[in-house]
């Protein structure tokens, strides 16, 4: 025997933990199926009530969904309105025990009592799914013309769903939507309007057709603002505000885009515009319906002029919510009209230091509108001093806001770059990474700001050592690499410029610093090493500083770091050539930056086979990474500034002579090609160092980092190098997922090939439940691995990889074909997808 | 231009009403969602506005003694009518249970399920009439 509702919630009460009312809980359920099962009538409806109790508890309630049922079947009032409560609570339209009630809906919209139709009214509107929509529509027609008010209002708003469902129905309720107007009862007059509002949002025709309805919009209006008090729709003084509210609305709807409509309407909307009083919180909220419809129709400048006065109003009072909704029309206003907006621009300007989150947030997006190339100067130093006291939960907000905007709208570079190495210092954390890149393609193309631009981050670098985040550190990194020398020799100072006088020694010391700070993002020790290998040719004297400090690192735990330092270490053994490999980096072409990163989930997955445009130039602007492409296509003069540090030097790939010496590839390769420090790498160290200097004339193993555009060092992690003569194809590239194949064969053993699929998606959605089965015919046999992982992260941000064994007992005679079936679940949608595979390189 | 749900919860951020009209959230997600707000709430002080954007919804609250009324919407909604209807539905609470407290509300779950029903559904506001709501609801209690 269960206990009564009442003890369960009191038991429920007296847990004193998490555990014991989990207990409880589970006591009740266990009870609960054993009545469901026993069948015990007499308590149902008590026993639902106790289900919708744990249900708002957050515990699981499935079991007792039929009882609901049961309950709604039965002939009793009590009972049937505790089943449909439980109905709605309990269930929701994916669920196919729904299917069962539509015969007991159809019932009860016959039934005689006003009430039951109403319960199944109420019922139909929450949950119903399109078939029961369709099901029902008959009786739905009927009910709105009934002669009962209760039932009308309730079928009115049954109508929205059903049309929401199954747009088609609209023409069922069009025209009966309109007669409601005539109605003289609030309730139907309110769930009318809003019916008539979703038709015209699922059916544009209808607007037009509405707009002869404007005439009795108007007079519902008058009379609401004319009548005296009436006390049961009197709200503070103000009859009725929530159907004023919705026919203004409407009105806004049926206005925009018809001068008639909006001529028709302009008189009333300045009546309640005037009329209405705004000392209490009903009347501003239709003043602030009346405001938005008056922006949103074709209205007169008087009557904007009037809406914008109540704006002004708005937002000088002191009242957080009514500064709130005036930011917020603003924002919708912006786009219209401007002007308007910007006469408030000091006030909004304000509200961004508003103590209230919500306030700042709203005043944030209204001033990010309201830039433009003449206020940008004003408005972003506002918004800087700002970010010195902003709290962190806002700040991400903000710098991205800053960044976009400094980035529009600059008037020039300098204070383009005094603007954002401002926020880099402030909130360097939550500066993009891609802002900061293109940063630096932007410097790098203003050569009379080099030593300017040195200066000032040498100097915010040294100022903030310990609490620079990754965008400074990178960027002045890569900076001071770059043109250290321009720091010691100094140069003509720009205007209002202090003066710096440091030496070799400070400027390395600098860097070692940076590198010795502890919890170092290996990213930034990586650019570090780089950095100082470049100031070796800046600084002679310094050389044999640097050679130590990179000596440290040679043992480091980070792959990357100790793949760089003893490259480097081993770039010192040639003197002449160490100078040349380390020119300066030629300018960057930023637009083709801006396209690269437009297009960088196309390009960055693209195949490796496919010839890398100048859009790869900057991809990699710190690191060494080259190896998404092949150096040795005839475009290997674009992938040439892949390198920053000028390192691939085919003498194809030397534009204007500027880093590429004299000797040929091959001898490069001689040079380099010492397989002793590296061998901890993998066992093809030699072949990938090749590939490091962009020197390799074989396709890099695209397959395990073609895809990431971010993947700075692909070339330290240990990825099987592809046998130079199976170039890696793409066999299926579908929805942004992308599955490619890249070959390795066993030495002695022609017939057997090593397959790496690896999968990427570069769409937006995450991608769940990845597999790969391949099917091949008699003639080859074939292994699989188990993968790597079955999701794949967005934006190419992960991957997973399988290893598939093939041999073909053929080999010579006939082609790899295979058959694979790829299943995936995108969003909330399974996919299956079905291909062949017959491009595979001839002589697998 | 729909309410999404509509919450009482107390200061402890316990649920005592939960009524959505989105049904994409699980079961656990509501409760999630509903501890996440509440929170968000608490921390805000009595001069700052009613609105705080949480997710996807635009939430507006409002405090009733040791009560807090939430009510998620999305971006078409007027703000401050919402905080009306909340008032008002207070009132009809009130004007039912006769100085409505947060035991009132917790023993006559279904009653309050009831209430809300006649003035909400599907999202949409049906009435605002004290006494329409209430009339079927009293009704049934006379019959009883």
């Known amino acids: 025997m269960s206990v009564r509702l009442r003890e369960l919630i009191r038991s429920v009460r007296q847990c004193k933990t998490a555990a014991e009312e989990r207990n409880v809980i589970a006591k009740e359920s266990a009870a609960l199926r054993n009545a469901f099962q026993e069948q015990d009538v007499t308590y149902r409806h008590r026993n639902v009530a106790k289900l919708m109790y744990i249900h708002m508890l957050g515990y699981p309630t499935h079991f007792g969904q039929m009882e609901?049922?049961?309950?709604?079947?039965?002939?009793?009032?009590?009972?049937?309105?505790?089943?449909?409560?439980?109905?709605?609570?309990?269930?929701?339209?994916?669920?196919?025990?729904?299917?069962?009630?539509?015969?007991?809906?159809?019932?009860?919209?016959?039934?005689r009592n006003q009430y039951i139709v109403g319960l199944a009214l109420c019922a139909l509107g929450n949950i119903c799914s399109a078939e029961m929509a369709r099901d029902l529509t008959p009786e739905l027609e009927r009910l709105l013309q009934s002669s009962n008010s209760y039932i009308r209002k309730k079928s009115a708003l049954c109508c929205t769903r059903v049309i929401r469902k199954v747009p088609d129905a609209v023409e069922a309720f069009q025209d009966a939507a309109a007669k409601l107007l005539l109605d003289r009862h609030h309730g139907v007059l309110l769930t009318g309007v809003t019916l008539m509002l979703e038709i015209c949002a699922v059916e544009p025709a209808a607007v037009d057709a509405y707009r002869r309805q404007v005439p009795s919009l108007c007079k519902i209006l008058r009379s609401l603002l004319m009548s005296g008090f009436a006390p049961e729709h009197d709200v503070s003084g103000i009859t009725d505000p929530f159907l004023q509210i919705q026919v203004l609305r409407l009105m806004r709807v049926l206005?925009?885009?018809?001068?008639?409509?909006?001529?028709?309407?302009?008189?009333?909307?300045?009546?309640?515009?005037?009329?209405?009083?705004?000392?209490?919180?009903?009347?501003?909220?239709?003043?602030?319906?009346?405001?938005?419809?008056?922006?949103?129709?074709?209205?007169?400048?008087?009557?904007?002029?009037?809406?914008?006065?109540?704006?002004?109003?708005?937002?000088?009072?002191?009242?957080?919510?009514?500064?709130?909704?005036?930011?917020?029309?603003?924002?919708?206003v912006v786009s219209v009209d401007l002007q308007a907006v910007q006469r408030h621009r000091s006030t909004v300007v304000d509200c961004v230091k508003d103590a209230d989150v919500s306030i700042r947030r709203r005043a944030l997006d209204l001033v990010y509108a309201l830039v433009n190339e003449g206020n940008i100067q004003a408005l972003t130093k506002e918004l800087l001093d700002y970010l010195k006291v902003a709290d962190a939960e806002f700040k991400p907000d903000l710098t991205a806001k800053i960044a976009a905007l400094v980035q529009r709208f600059a008037p020039d570079k300098r204070w383009h770059f005094d603007s954002l190495l401002q926020v880099m210092t402030q909130a360097g954390g939550d500066v993009k990474e891609e802002v900061w890149r293109a940063f630096i393609v932007l410097l790098t193309n203003a050569p009379?700001?080099?030593?300017?631009?040195?200066?000032?981050?040498?100097?915010?670098?040294?100022?903030?050592?310990?609490?620079?985040?990754?965008?400074?550190?990178?960027?002045?990194?890569?900076?001071?690499?770059?043109?250290?020398?321009?720091?010691?020799?100094?140069?003509?100072?720009?205007?209002?410029e202090q003066a710096l006088s440091v030496g070799a020694a400070e400027v390395v010391g600098l860097l070692e610093a940076v590198l010795q700070r502890p919890a170092l993002q290996p990213q930034c020790r990586n650019y570090l090493l780089t950095a100082l290998m470049k100031l070796s040719t800046r600084f002679p004297d310094q050389a044999d500083r640097i050679k130590a400090l990179l000596a440290q690192h040679r043992c480091s735990a980070q792959l990357e770091s100790q793949a760089r330092a003893v490259e480097y270490g081993q770039i010192f053994q040639y003197g002449e050539l160490r100078t040349q490999l380390l020119e300066h980096m030629p300018p960057l072409d930023a637009a083709a930056y801006a396209r690269t990163v437009a297009a960088s989930g196309t390009l960055n997955s693209a195949p490796a086979a496919l010839a890398p445009t100048n859009g790869n130039v900057v991809k990699d602007l710190l690191s060494l990474d080259d190896d998404d492409d092949t150096t040795t296509t005839p475009s290997a003069q674009a992938s040439f500034a892949d390198d920053l540090l000028g390192l691939s030097a085919g003498p194809a790939a030397?534009?204007?002579?500027?880093?590429?010496?004299?000797?040929?590839?091959?001898d490069l390769l001689s040079l380099l090609d010492d397989p002793a420090?590296?061998?901890?790498?993998?066992?093809?160290?030699?072949?990938?160092?090749?590939?490091?200097?962009?020197?390799?004339?074989?396709?890099?193993?695209?397959?395990?980092?073609?895809?990431?555009?971010?993947?700075?060092?692909?070339?330290?992690?240990?990825?099987?190098?592809?046998?130079?003569?199976?170039?890696?194809?793409?066999?299926?590239?579908?929805?942004g997922v992308r599955v490619g194949f890249a070959f390795t064969k066993?030495?002695?053993?022609?017939?057997?090939?090593?397959?790496?699929?690896?999968?990427?998606?570069?769409?937006?959605?995450?991608?769940?439940?990845?597999?790969?089965?391949?099917?091949?015919?008699?003639?080859?046999?074939?292994?699989?691995?188990?993968?790597?992982?079955?999701?794949?992260?967005?934006?190419?941000?992960?991957?997973?990889?399988?290893?598939?064994?093939?041999?073909?007992?053929?080999?010579?005679?006939?082609?790899?074909?295979?058959?694979?079936?790829?299943?995936?679940?995108?969003?909330?949608?399974?996919?299956?997808?079905?291909?062949?595979?017959?491009n595979f390189p001839a002589g697998l | 231009m729909t309410i999404q749900f509509v919450l009482l919860?107390?200061?402890?951020?316990?649920?005592?009403?939960?009524?959505?009209?989105?049904?994409?959230?699980?079961?656990?997600?509501?409760?999630?969602?509903?501890?996440?707000?509440?929170?968000?709430?608490?921390?805000?002080?009595?001069?700052?506005?009613?609105?705080?954007?949480?997710?996807?919804?635009?939430?507006?609250y409002r405090r009733y003694a040791s009560l807090f009324f939430l009510v998620g919407i999305d971006n078409e909604e007027n703000e401050l009518a919402i905080l009306e209807f909340i008032h008002c539905l207070v009132e009809t609470l009130d004007r039912y249970f006769s100085n409505?407290?947060?035991?009132?509300?917790?023993?006559?779950?279904?009653?309050?399920?009831?209430?809300?029903?006649?003035?909400?559904?599907?999202?949409?506001?049906?009435?605002?009439?004290?006494?329409?709501?209430?009339?079927?609801?009293?009704?049934?209690?006379?019959?009883?």
């Open chain 1, 448 to 496: 009379e700001l080099h030593a300017y631009a040195a200066r000032s981050l040498f100097r915010s670098l040294r100022d903030n050592l310990a609490s620079a985040e990754i965008s400074l550190l990178a960027t002045a990194t890569w900076y001071i690499g770059e043109y250290g020398e321009l720091l010691v020799r100094g140069g003509a100072l720009l205007e209002g």
């Open chain 1, 68 to 111: 609901t049922l049961k309950l709604i079947a039965a002939t009793g009032f009590a009972e049937k309105r505790m089943g449909y409560l439980g109905l709605m609570i309990l269930l929701d339209e994916r669920q196919e025990v729904l299917m069962l009630v539509t015969n007991s809906l159809k019932n009860d919209l016959n039934a």
């Open chain 1, 255 to 332: 206005g925009a885009g018809s001068a008639s409509a909006s001529d028709a309407m302009s008189d009333i909307l300045a009546q309640v515009a005037t009329n209405t009083e705004g000392t209490r919180n009903a009347g501003n909220a239709i003043l602030y319906e009346c405001v938005q419809t008056i922006m949103g129709v074709e209205s007169s400048g008087g009557l904007r002029v009037l809406a914008i006065n109540i704006l002004g109003r708005f937002l000088a009072n002191k009242d957080n919510n009514m500064r709130y909704v005036a930011l917020n029309i603003l924002a919708r």
């Open chain 2, 9 to 60: 919860v107390n200061k402890q951020g316990q649920t005592r009403l939960a009524k959505y009209t989105d049904q994409s959230l699980s079961v656990e997600e509501r409760r999630a969602l509903e501890g996440e707000i509440v929170r968000k709430c608490l921390a805000r002080s009595e001069k700052q506005c009613s609105f705080t954007q949480h997710r996807n919804f635009k939430v507006v």
């Open chain 1, 677 to 735: 420090p590296v061998a901890s790498t993998s066992a093809s160290g030699a072949q990938q160092q090749l590939d490091l200097f962009g020197l390799g004339d074989t396709p890099a193993p695209a397959a395990a980092a073609a895809s990431d555009p971010l993947a700075d060092f692909g070339f330290g992690a240990p990825a099987p190098a592809a046998a130079p003569a199976f170039p890696p194809i793409t066999v299926f590239d579908k929805d």
């Open chain 1, 654 to 666: 030397a534009p204007g002579g500027t880093a590429a010496p004299a000797a040929s590839p091959l």
């Open chain 1, 746 to 838: 066993t030495p002695g053993q022609p017939a057997l090939t090593d397959i790496t699929a690896t999968f990427t998606n570069s769409g937006a959605a995450p991608v769940t439940g990845f597999s790969l089965q391949a099917a091949v015919p008699k003639f080859m046999q074939l292994k699989l691995d188990p993968a790597s992982g079955a999701t794949l992260a967005p934006m190419g941000a992960g991957n997973a990889t399988q290893q598939l064994h093939v041999n073909n007992s053929m080999h010579g005679q006939k082609p790899l074909v295979m058959r694979l079936r790829i299943a995936y679940t995108l969003g909330l949608e399974a996919k299956l997808e079905q291909v062949e595979v017959k």
């Open chain 2, 100 to 144: 409505v407290c947060e035991l009132d509300l917790m023993f006559n779950l279904e009653m309050a399920h009831f209430i809300v029903d006649e003035m909400l559904m599907n999202g949409c506001i049906v009435d605002t009439n004290k006494q329409n709501i209430l009339a079927p609801i009293q009704l049934l209690e006379k019959a009883a």
